[in-house]
């Protein structure tokens, strides 16, 4: 067993795991975080991904002991006050999602996303980006408008505009 | 997943030490290879040695035209780096091509090359560049260190700490990446060098990366695409799968490299 202890969403966790526990299954299972999904479980589809350090990474191909000392983002950490995340709320506004099993780990990637770009993001540079995400109900157009526009207001433009 | 026993040591020694204490033990670098691979159950050490927490590993250093790359870099970071860029933009452009932002995040170039996956994009950067692996016992030319398959010229106990090469005049890189896997289905890595050129291959070998003589000497008469007019390369030693024949392979080997040798002239 591995004594491991990490932050996530702000808050201190420990925990005693086997060693060849997942992160993905330490966040669902142990700590009840059921956000984050397990899709494919061949790290391939992108359902699974939270922010480790501050980089998005699937949780489904990560050591919970490799995480432990690190701090976690899970879709659950995003929302402040009750208010949604800017990509929360633009996934919302434009539809971003048909069965939302995807959704967690989308948004979760486009706000790294973003957060690499800080310039703004063009249209294929978002599905260039999105190779590690699959999803299988929208054709991924109303995925893209919602970083897109997420983008947008995070940066200040649509004020602007 | 079966059960493991997780390590982290904080230096080169102290891992080659735990891997010594241990029963079946296995480094794990950035994990996007094997951990996925445990989960399938095609592998299972009783151990294994995390090398993420290991400092003399990690950073990028570049000297005039001497490169340096700590192994427990990631892709990210390769991709990303701008004084690489300024030198060797081509290892920039090979690196955020590598998976898929998630796996950039967390896979390293020492993993990569120590697992000399065929398809890995790498290996053939490290061909072409003529670079030197640098481990925990020795330093060896890319030319003694990838030996097959899978296969490396490093022993169970080695690890690869660091990659060196001295930036090429011109260098270029192209893959036909798997639809699906974003794996090269076929890679050419070219560098222009003033020793000559040098063209390595990824994804097309069976046994794994290659470098194409042909292609070199043509290439060091003349640096263009239209060097390559009329060269031919055998299918014997190819690879054929679900995803593409041998003979397929063959031919996009030269038009990878042409491809390879446009980005390269710019």
């Known amino acids: 067993m591995a004594d491991i202890s990490m932050v996530i969403n702000g808050r201190e966790v420990r925990g005693s795991v086997e060693d060849r526990m997942l992160l993905v299954h330490f966040l669902r299972e142990s700590q009840g975080l059921t956000g984050t999904h397990v899709g494919c479980d061949t790290s391939q589809c992108g359902a699974c991904v939270v922010h480790v350090d501050g980089k998005a990474v699937k949780s489904c191909t990560m050591l919970a002991a490799q995480a432990s000392g690190c701090e976690v983002v899970t879709i659950e950490g995003l929302a402040k006050d009750g208010q949604l995340h800017p990509v929360q709320a633009a996934f919302k506004e434009h539809h971003g999602l048909q069965c939302g099993f995807c959704t967690p780990g989308m948004v979760m990637s486009a706000v790294d996303m973003i957060r690499r770009h800080p310039a703004g993001l063009d249209e294929k540079t978002v599905r260039a980006e999105l190779e590690g995400n699959i999803c299988r109900c929208t054709g991924y157009h109303n995925i893209v408008k919602a970083i897109m526009a997420a983008s947008e207001e995070m940066s200040g433009k649509a004020q602007a505009a | ?266």
Do not use: W
């Open chain 2, 1 to 266: 997943m079966y059960q493991t026993t997780y390590h982290r040591p904080s230096s080169v020694t102290e891992a080659v030490k735990m891997l010594g204490e241990a029963e079946d033990g296995k480094f794990l670098a950035g994990g996007q290879t094997l951990i996925p691979t445990m989960k399938q159950r095609l592998a299972a050490p009783s151990d294994v040695i995390d090398l993420r927490h290991i400092a003399e590993m990690k950073g990028i250093t570049v000297n005039g035209r001497d490169v340096r790359i700590g192994a427990g870099t990631t892709h990210a970071e390769v991709a990303e780096h701008t004084g690489l860029a300024s030198v060797c933009p081509a290892i920039c452009h090979l690196a955020s091509h590598i998976g898929d932002p998630h796996v950039r995040h967390m896979g390293t170039i020492g993993g990569s090359i120590a697992n000399n996956d065929p398809a890995a994009d790498y290996p053939a950067a490290m061909l072409a560049l003529n670079a030197m692996i640098h481990t925990s016992k020795r330093a060896l030319a890319a030319d003694e260190f990838f030996t097959g398959l899978f296969g490396t010229a490093l022993d169970e106990d080695e690890i690869v700490t660091a990659v060196s090469f001295t930036a090429p005049e011109k260098a270029g890189y192209a893959k036909f990446p798997n639809p699906a896997s974003r794996y090269a289905l076929t890679g050419v890595f070219v560098a222009n060098r003033p020793e000559g050129v040098r063209v390595a291959v990824t994804g097309a070998g069976e046994d794994g990366v290659f470098r194409a003589t042909a292609m070199e000497d043509a290439l060091s008469r003349s640096f263009d695409p239209s060097a390559l007019d009329g060269i031919t390369i055998s299918a014997d030693g190819l690879m054929s799968d679900i995803h593409a024949s041998a003979e397929y392979r063959a031919n996009l080997i030269v038009v990878m490299a042409k491809r390879a040798v446009q980005a390269a002239n710019g």
